[in-house]
């Protein structure tokens, strides 16, 4: 709840308890670099507590990257370590986030980032997607897909500091299996293994005790090898898990050797299906753009569908719908919910683009998709595939 009080005094500066605190307490400072004084009231105790919470699952999302500090202030996504871990060069002591863009234009200068930074540091900041409108540099809650700080994911991370001192790195880990190409019906095995859920007497003993051995060595091999090893790992598990319940309900055995391959043969034959269906997805027209600065899935769509909206602007055409069968970039463009996130900042700019020259943006489903793909060699109708839609021009 203090940790929510804090936040508000963050993003909401103007309000009056928070220009009140200010005004006693951090008048020529901010909120997270407020210092405690001298007699202070109760409340300013409790909120400023919060600070340390605050402080280490907040990041500055890039808007104009005027007023971000490239080597002391927390703008990178990466959870393990916010911050560049790249040594200061002196030159360059004062250098803005803006600095790193070409010039002219707003996107990363790839070679420049080379140049200065780390391998690590540069993959990091590339991933970084940039909007195209001015916005000023905003603090978000990282651990809230929204940029939302929650009384919930701080309480996560509150406790996890007092158990173990540091930030987990366990949120990175869940991203990495749920990126994992395997069957959903795996993930979901592998998910419930390592949130102790499996029916089992040793999970049961697991959860009354507080011991959790299998998340520990999952997330510390999921993070070691690579994704096709642990696609075949993560299929072998639940191989092993389906053959427990064969040999409990249905008294069916089959040896080690049997239950590893036909579980491998099941993960080949999910990959080889995903495979024929991407490729019959690709046929048709395509106006396609390699841009730098993506590194999640919905980001992806987000981008893409605000470079088609660019696209469109620039052919001068008028009453298109564009549809998409990205449910969560449909819903988010819909959605009044306030996101901070570097998502909900894509979803803003091509939701202005959309509203100024009235396109209108339709959800559909995936097999909806294939079958207007196959109408379009038998129809005259002008279909443009854009970054995984499908835009209608009449």
Not at 67 to 95: Q, Y
Not at 129 to 149: E, V
Not at 176 to 184: F, G, H, R
Not at 361 to 388: E, I, N, S, T, W
Request: proline share 4%; hydrophobic share 45%.
């Amino acid at each position: 709840m203090l940790g929510k009080q804090g936040w508000n005094l963050i993003t909401k500066p103007n309000s009056l308890i928070a220009r009140l605190l200010k005004a006693r307490y951090y008048r020529s400072r901010d909120f997270l670099s407020a210092r405690l004084g001298h007699n202070p009231s109760f409340t300013w105790k409790g909120i400023w507590s919060s600070r340390v919470i605050l402080l280490k699952g907040s990041r500055w999302r890039i808007g104009d990257g005027c007023s971000i500090d490239v080597w002391n202030n927390p703008w990178l996504k990466d959870a393990k370590n916010f911050k560049v871990e790249t040594p200061i060069i002196h030159d360059l002591a004062h250098l803005k986030v803006h600095d790193l863009w070409i010039h002219g234009c707003k996107e990363w200068d790839m070679e420049l980032l080379g140049e200065i930074f780390s391998p690590r540091d540069a993959q990091a900041i590339a991933s970084i997607p940039l909007s195209s409108k001015s916005l000023p540099d905003s603090l978000i809650w990282h651990w809230d897909n929204h940029g939302n700080y929650t009384m919930k994911s701080g309480y996560r991370i509150a406790r996890w500091l007092s158990l173990h001192g540091n930030l987990p790195s366990r949120p990175v880990a869940w991203n990495m299996l749920w990126d994992l190409s395997i069957p959903p019906k795996i993930k979901l095995c592998l998910w419930r293994a390592c949130k102790g859920c499996l029916p089992t007497r040793s999970a049961l003993y697991a959860r009354v005790n507080g011991v959790y051995s299998f998340l520990d060595w999952f997330f510390m091999f999921l993070t070691n090898v690579d994704k096709e090893v642990m696609g075949r790992v993560g299929s072998i598990i639940w191989g092993i898990w389906r053959q427990r319940n064969s040999l409990l309900w249905n008294n069916s055995v089959s040896s080690p050797t049997q239950t590893v391959s036909a579980s491998l043969s099941f993960l080949k034959d999910w990959l080889d299906a995903r495979l024929g269906s991407d490729q019959k997805l690709s046929n048709g027209n395509a106006n396609t753009q390699v841009v730098n600065g993506v590194s999640s899935p919905k980001e992806t769509e987000a981008l893409g569908l605000r470079e088609a909206a660019r696209w469109l602007l620039e052919l001068r055409v008028s009453n298109v719908i564009v549809e998409l069968d990205a449910k969560g970039v449909y819903d988010a463009f819909y959605s009044k919910a306030l996101d901070r996130s570097e998502f909900g900042m894509l979803i803003q700019d091509y939701r202005s683009l959309f509203l100024d020259q009235s396109f209108t943006l339709c959800h559909v489903k995936r097999q909806a998709m294939l079958l207007l793909m196959l109408l379009q060699k038998q129809q005259a109708l002008l279909l443009v595939q854009v970054f995984g839609g499908m835009l209608h021009l009449y």
